[in-house]
């Protein structure tokens, strides 16, 4: 019995894990948007500021390359950060599936469910949020990559409208 009760607090313990690589994706996601954000308001700034007589076709394809590229870092981590919903079906632990029961309903299946219930319960909730940590930090991952191609248009588009 003693090694049931061990591995339900191992599949808790792997759990809060998972839950806390989530949290860590879009932790990096307020990051990424606050960096984009900043880089588009200034080229608003500079094109706004600059002359319009004075300004290239170059200082326009770099302003369109930076803007694109900031805005697809934008929308990547928008994604990384849209709740996932779906979970195990017929769970005690996962909120979707809790909500669905009645409280008293809930509080029964609860009280009558075995060490080997919950730890299947357990290990299928590490499953999917191990889906969906990954899923995250693909979407964080192409945010940084766009972010950091950013760069080099957004660089060229400040210094041809000085």
Sequence with gaps: MSNEKDRLRLAQWVLERNLAWISAAEVK??????????MLGSLGAVLGNSDESARSAWAYVWLSGAALTLASGIFCAAM??????????????????????DPSEYDN??????????????????HRNAQIACNKFEWVRTSMIWSFTSVVPWFGAIVTML
């Design 80 to 101: 990384a950060v849209i709740p996932r919903l779906s979970g195990p079906t017929d769970s005690l632990v996962f909120f979707g599936c809790i909500n669905k029961l």
């Design 29 to 38: 996601v307020g990051v990424i948007v606050a960096i984009n954000t900043a």
């Design 109 to 126: 299946k609860f009280k009558i469910a075995t060490d080997a219930h919950l730890l299947e319960d357990w290990t299928a909730q590490i």
